[in-house]
């Protein structure tokens, strides 16, 4: 396989080294893997579709925690494919002390289209990824390559509008001067790090980490729903679904997100609604991502 990175990737691999992410806690385990993983209802949902014995790749993986509860105790194969070596270095590390035989890692770069075998996988998973690369469409043309017939590739993105919130603190945490200023600036304007400066000791390389994502990232572009849909459909997917696609969704609309075979008929006009809506409440707080869900037609 052609490890071959653009510059960009390497310059996002050199960023992501100084703090790998997501960080595991200290002590962790694969039971709080479990746990963890159970309490997030859109993993959750994700696991419970992807049944057992399917080849599953988690494109752009960071340290693979996705990859470890999808790992254990489910009989799938786990592929973690992600540029960054020190990354995958720690999630190694975790796989090796708890145990975990069933995932591989890969080094890559995903604008790399020989980085990984064509018409491969079963399930495809990229969420917070194609949007630190210098060509996010490239990417995605490339995860269809390695996707089966039939097989889902779930691709998770910012939003143009929705993460409106999170790029006004941007611009305002920019223009502050002093380490000290910023953080505090931080963490009373970010709904994350409220919560998570409760318990700030066991909380300090996650709220590092997550500034570092959100506001230090030298890499970011930001797309919409039907930007998207056009991806697909330019390039022999079908989408089946996509999250948010309600004013007022509940956890439930997880489950629907997997379990849809055929799109809800919504105008353009009120998804564009649905996406600007959202700015207001927990997923504008969250960094605004949303998700398409789509099948690989012949």
């Known amino acids: 396989m052609n490890k071959k990175k653009t510059k960009t990737t390497e310059k996002v691999e050199n ?21 963890k993983g159970d309490k997030n209802v859109l993993s959750k949902q994700f696991k419970i579709f992807a049944g057992s014995n399917k080849k599953i790749l988690e ?8 990859s ?44 790399n289209e020989n980085i ?22 490239l990417g995605f043309q490339n995860l269809t390559k390695f996707l089966k017939k039939d097989g889902y590739l779930i691709i998770g993105l910012y939003n143009r509008y929705t993460r409106l919130r999170t790029n006004i603190r941007r611009y305002v945490y920019s223009k502050i001067k002093g380490k000290k200023n910023k953080r505090r600036f931080l963490f009373i ?14 909380n300090r390389y996650k709220i590092f980490a997550w500034i570092m994502d959100q506001y230090d990232h030298i890499v970011e572009s930001q797309h919409t729903i039907d930007e998207v849909f056009e991806w697909f459909n330019n390039n022999g997917i079908q989408a089946t679904s996509y ?15 997997f379990n849809d075979r055929k799109l809800n008929e919504t105008s353009f006009i009120e998804r564009i609604l649905v996406q600007i809506y959202h700015i207001f409440g927990s997923i504008g707080s969250e960094g605004g991502i949303f998700f398409v869900i789509g099948r690989k037609k012949n």
């Open 189 to 202: 304007f970010d709904p994350i790090l409220r919560k998570m400066k409760k318990n700030l000791f066991k």
């Open 243 to 257: 999250f948010p696609n309600n004013f007022n969704y509940s956890e439930t609309d997880f489950e629907k997100f």
């Open 116 to 137: 990984l075998p064509y018409n491969f996988f079963d399930i495809i998973w990229c969420s917070g990824v194609l949007h630190h690369t210098d060509n996010p469409y």
């Open 59 to 66: 494109a752009g993986c960071g340290t693979a925690q996705l």
């Open 68 to 111: 470890c509860y999808l790992a254990i105790s489910s009989g799938n194969i786990l592929y973690s494919l992600d540029a960054t070596k020190k990354s995958l270095d720690v999630a190694q590390k975790f796989f090796d002390k708890e145990k975990i035989k069933n995932i591989k890692t890969i080094e890559g770069d995903l604008l």
């Open 15 to 35: 960023f992501y080294s100084k703090n790998p992410f997501p960080s595991y806690q200290v002590n962790e385990n694969k039971l709080d893997i479990l746990i």
